[in-house]
């Protein structure tokens, strides 16, 4: 058991190495495009900004207050759209856990799930100097609570059932809030990637994930 978590420790640290040497401008890319603008099994909707009091709300916590096309879908059933932006707020805004944590957690579940379209929302997020920069370095690996995140995110995603040395190997660097709040990020963004897998959002559903084969 130990020797395969490594190689999957291993696995992560090269994809993460590989990311690095990528131009600058790839990266900015991605953010740019985060969105190709192609269909999904449902229409999207998109209102007008000052249109819809719902649409405007998840446009304030997007970059640029542009809407995504993930929005675009979750807004066919405003009810849905309400609570799934109040879930991703506070996911994403109001995290105790550490920011490098929750973006390897979000890019783990990913894909793990082969959800190019949660990866290629987050990798841009993943190289920010606020989150997950230090570990796109060769120099700097995972580190011993990065390499606890991630076992928990695999045995979460893989397994559902989590051992108990897997939970207190993560439960030693976060306090009880913290532990739920880890969980949570893992079950949401395996949420988000079975959504806009079986969604076919942006026509990403068959798309393998753009890490290193």
């Known amino acids: 058991m130990f020797a395969i978590m490594s190689l999957k420790f291993?696995?992560?640290?090269?994809?993460?190495?590989?990311?690095?040497?990528?131009?600058?401008?790839c990266a900015r890319a991605v953010l740019e495009e985060r969105d190709d603008n192609l269909p999904a099994r449902v229409p999207y909707v998109f209102p007008p900004p000052g249109t819809d009091a719902l649409a405007d709300d998840i446009r304030s916590r997007r970059d640029g207050g542009?809407?995504?096309?993930?929005?675009?879908?979750?807004?066919?059933?405003?009810?849905?759209?309400?609570?799934w932006n109040g879930l991703a707020s506070m996911i994403r805004g109001q995290n105790t856990i550490p920011a490098d944590m929750r973006e390897l957690f979000i890019l783990r579940t990913g894909v793990?799930?082969?959800?190019?379209?949660?990866w290629l929302q987050h990798e841009s997020v993943a190289r920010s100097g606020q989150h997950f920069a230090p570990q796109l370095n060769p120099t700097n690996p995972l580190n011993a609570s990065q390499n606890a995140a991630m076992l928990m995110a695999d045995f979460m995603t893989k397994n559902v059932?989590?051992?108990?040395?897997?939970?207190?190997?993560?439960?030693?660097?976060?306090?009880?809030?913290?532990?739920?709040?880890?969980?949570?990020?893992?079950?949401?963004?395996?949420?988000?990637?079975?959504?806009?897998?079986?969604?076919?959002?942006?026509?990403?559903?068959?798309v393998p994930v753009p890490t290193p084969q």
């Open 66 to 83: 542009v809407l995504l096309d993930l929005d675009g879908i979750l807004l066919n059933d405003e009810n849905l759209a309400t609570a």
């Open 161 to 206: 059932n989590v051992p108990q040395n897997v939970f207190d190997g993560l439960k030693k660097f976060l306090s009880n809030k913290q532990m739920v709040d880890a969980v949570a990020t893992v079950g949401t963004y395996n949420l988000v990637a079975r959504f806009v897998e079986a969604l076919d959002i942006d026509s990403k559903a068959n």
């Open 10 to 25: 291993a696995w992560v640290v090269a994809i993460l190495t590989v990311l690095v040497t990528l131009p600058f401008t």
């Open 112 to 118: 793990l799930n082969e959800a190019a379209y949660v």
